[in-house]
């Protein structure tokens, strides 16, 4: 499980340091891709292979599963951390989620997400956390 925030910058060659806690949890090779809410998403092969399965049982008859597979996998890339636990991010995944200098890396479970940080400074807040909780127990979650 991926958990906690970590505060780094991306150098003027697009490498980002991954902190070596999550390198441990995902291995010498993993995969970052677009994410939703305008970040970046990062999945060890083993959870990486779980998504795929679950995007290849989506009927693609269905335009909108065609949409959601195609925007998570054709942005999809390898990345495998040089010798200092930097990987180089492709240009159009910093673009996509406006990456410049300053990033926020998240654990979030079976993933790390990858933000700006002034995305992550406004998608961030928890000031409605209370309405969202309420919300969760439609979920079977009963905190």
Known sequence: MFMGE??????????LIIPSRFREQLGSEFIVTKGLDGCLFVFSED????????????????KSARK???FFVSGACMCEPDKQGRILLPQTLRE???LEKDVVLAGNLNRIE????????????YDDMD???EQMTDFGLNI
């Open 96 to 98: 996509f989620a406006g």
């Open 131 to 133: 309405d969202i909780a």
């Open 68 to 70: 959601f597979t195609r």
């Open 114 to 125: 990858i933000w700006s940080r002034a995305n992550w400074e406004e998608n961030s807040a």
């Open 6 to 15: 970590y505060n780094h910058t991306i150098d003027t060659k697009g490498r």
């Open 47 to 62: 959870e990486w292979r779980i998504f795929e399965e679950k995007l290849r049982k989506l009927p693609l008859t269905q």
